[in-house]
């Protein structure tokens, strides 16, 4: 009953978040900064990830590669395949899931803890399109970030690929351009504006709605990655049925 009363309550959360809005002069200052905090302050460990995920799985291809039959071009195909399929949109997601999806839960929380939530309420203001609306706005630029990511991931893989000397630069590329299908990156970039919403909201229904003090902030924050991780799994193998199956 408990799981059922939460999904009532982000429901109704998500409403509220778009009634009475708050004037555009403010909410232009609000967005940027979470802009600026959300995606621009993630880059750097999405550059970092992607990179490193590129390499291994470029690696891993070639090591398993062990008959001379098979053509050194699908360690390309590979890579282009795991990078855009999943791991840029969706494992970048369950890291962005801990490091914004915290951020998120332990500033709403700090507020509500600290009563300014309660403040801008007696204020009149709506202190959820205030506060979670500009985090859902910021979060519709984290597909870029993901197309970064998926940049980043290929060149990391045909790195690791060539200089590793498992396959030579024309081989990988012409492994990159074998059997293309341009939908895989419209599927990829779908996901991930879902998931940018999913990461934008359930950290902030955690935060927002919490009780308790200072040791209940770091609990809702550990609750809200944990949540925020299972719904974009489970809503990752639905859309991949929706859309490929």
Do not use: C
Not at 178 to 188: D, K, L, R, S
Request: charge should be neutral; glycine fraction near 8%; avoid cysteine.
């Amino acid at each position: 009953m408990k799981y059922l009363a939460d999904i009532g309550g982000y429901a109704i959360m998500v409403v509220e978040v778009f009634k009475k809005p708050t004037k555009w002069r403010i909410m232009r200052t609000l967005i940027l900064k979470e802009i600026d905090e959300l995606i621009f302050g993630s880059l750097g460990i999405i550059i970092f990830i992607s990179f490193f995920i590129g390499a291994v799985v470029a690696i891993q291809t070639a090591l398993n590669l062990t008959s001379e039959l098979i053509p050194k071009n699908l360690i390309g195909f590979a890579t282009r395949q795991s990078i855009i399929l999943e791991f840029a949109p969706t494992f970048v997601s369950i890291i962005m899931a801990g490091k914004v999806g915290s951020y998120i839960t332990s500033s709403i929380g700090t507020m509500r803890v600290t009563e300014q939530i309660d403040a801008l309420e007696v204020m009149g203001v709506n202190a959820l399109n205030y506060l979670v609306f500009p985090k859902i706005i910021a979060m519709l630029f984290y597909p870029f970030a993901i197309a970064i990511a998926m940049y980043v991931g290929i060149f990391g893989g045909w790195l690791a690929g060539v200089f590793g000397g498992f396959l030579t630069s024309a081989d990988f590329v012409e492994g990159l351009t074998m059997e293309f299908i341009p939908f895989h990156v419209t599927y990829a970039f779908i996901k991930t504006l879902i998931f940018s919403f999913i990461i934008a909201t359930i950290p902030s229904f955690h935060g927002f709605y919490m009780r308790g003090g200072a040791l209940e902030v770091g609990k809702a924050s550990t609750t809200a990655f944990v949540w925020t991780s299972v719904v974009i799994i489970i809503t990752n193998y639905i859309l991949t049925q929706l859309l490929l199956g």
